[in-house]
Nanobody
Framework: QVEVAESGGGLVQPGGSLRLSCTAS????????TGWYRQVPGKERELVAV???????NYAESVKGRFTISRDKAKKTLSLQMNSLKPEDTAVYHC???????????WGQGTQVTVSS
């Protein structure tokens, strides 16, 4: 049984920072692509940042220069450092990992990020 779980969300003022973490557990012999997505009520889930098996990253235009995605293969963790947060970053953030074979995707339950004064 494989699971992924996020942590690190919360309430922060505009201009502040948060760091999200995601950890995979269970029987895992390889993790391929990983990424962070976010969703607000009434809208589709959108890509925030991804990093593939070769370490190549890709970011949504709206977060470039503010967010940094990183992964630790040995610890099976994925992180998202979010700086200069804006109210429009408010959403539920979900971790996604491609585990054990291609296109075998796992999603975390999500963690709420609220940016408000």
């Amino acid at each position: 049984q494989v699971e992924v779980a996020e942590s690190g969300g919360g309430l922060v003022q505009p201009g502040g920072s948060l760091r999200l973490s995601c950890t995979a557990s269970g029987t895992i012999f390889r993790i391929y692509a990983t990424g962070w997505y976010r969703q607000v009520p009434g809208k589709e889930r959108e890509l925030v940042a991804v990093v593939n098996d070769d370490g190549i990253t890709n970011y949504a235009e709206s977060v470039k220069g503010r967010f940094t995605i990183s992964r630790d293969k040995a610890k099976k963790t994925l992180s998202l450092q979010m700086n200069s947060l804006k109210p429009e970053d408010t959403a539920v953030y979900h971790c996604n990992m491609e585990i054990n074979w291609r296109n075998n995707m796992y999603w975390g339950q999500g963690t709420q990020v609220t940016v408000s004064s």
